[in-house]
Nanobody, 133 residues
Framework: VQLQAFGGGLVQPGGSLRLSCAAPGGTLEYYNIAWYRQVPGKEREWVSCINRSDGRTYYRESAKGRFSISRDSAKKAVYLQITDLKPEDTAVYYC???????????????????????????WGRGTEVTVSS
């Protein structure tokens, strides 16, 4: 599936954004969808995932509370709502898809959730989020 992520932009600290991930002309109904972000010079970091089968959601610990992943009712888009944006949220945000039964969440040694980037079959182009006053 070809994915497209959009909705990024320049936002002041404390503001909110809703990022969207869609498959133009298609559906995301059969895919787990994950969001990642990457700061230049750093590794891509998993943020959140939503199961294709039951809609269960997963977040890395640092994303809980300010990030919210959801699907639209037509299952043509997956959203990542970010509130109380902070300068450290500045990154390029990517969405990724796979057809596993569930999001391939693993438990890290420090007891956080993570999903290795290699678990996904498709990636969208990123959308840039800049948080600055």
């Amino acid at each position: 599936v070809q994915l497209q992520a959009f909705g990024g932009g320049l936002v002041q600290p404390g503001g909110s954004l809703r990022l969207s991930c869609a498959a133009p002309g298609g559906t995301l109904e059969y895919y787990n969808i994950a969001w990642y972000r990457q700061v230049p010079g750093k590794e891509r970091e998993w943020v959140s995932c939503i199961n294709r089968s039951d809609g269960r959601t997963y977040y890395r610990e640092s994303a809980k509370g300010r990030f919210s992943i959801s699907r639209d009712s037509a299952k043509k888009a997956v959203y990542l709502q970010i509130t109380d944006l902070k300068p450290e949220d500045t990154a390029v945000y990517y969405c990724a898809a796979d057809k596993r039964e569930l999001c391939a969440v693993v438990i890290t040694p420090d007891l956080d959730f993570d999903i290795p980037a290699g678990e996904h079959d498709s990636w969208g182009r990123g959308t840039e989020v800049t948080v600055s006053s």
